[in-house]
Nanobody
Framework: QAQLVESGGGLVQPGGSLRLSCAAS????????MNWYRQAPGKERELVAS????????NYVDSVKGRFTISRDNAKMTVYLQMNSLKPEDTAVYYC?????????????WGQGTQVTVSS
């Protein structure tokens, strides 16, 4: 069974850094686009960052550009989100997501979510 297991969330002060990790198993990780989403209380789920299967292309929501970096290690079947210069508005539950599609077939897997709290 496909599984995404996250780690690295927690409490950090404004201006601090945190690195989230998402370990994948049970599917062909190297063929999937990987994404990080976040959802704050009362708000819609937001796509924060994405990375193509080979890691050659990344995309970010404007609010995190220059501060967050998504990366992946296909040998370790792990995707990362390095978060620097954190702000209180970054506080949310962060979700790891894997997407794959091929000629009408598609897969979409989600992690359990990990809480990131930015507060002094």
């Amino acid at each position: 069974q496909a599984q995404l297991v996250e780690s690295g969330g927690g409490l950090v002060q404004p201006g601090g850094s945190l690195r989230l990790s998402c370990a994948a198993s049970g599917f062909s990780f190297s063929t999937y686009i990987m994404n990080w989403y976040r959802q704050a209380p009362g708000k819609e789920r937001e796509l924060v960052a994405s990375i193509t299967s080979g890691g050659s292309t990344t995309n970010y929501v404007d609010s995190v550009k220059g501060r967050f970096t998504i990366s992946r290690d296909n040998a370790k079947m792990t995707v990362y989100l390095q978060m620097n210069s954190l702000k209180p508005e970054d506080t949310a539950v962060y979700y790891c997501n894997a997407r794959w599609s091929w000629y009408g077939h598609n897969r979409n897997y989600w992690g359990q979510g990990t809480q990131v709290t930015v507060s002094s």
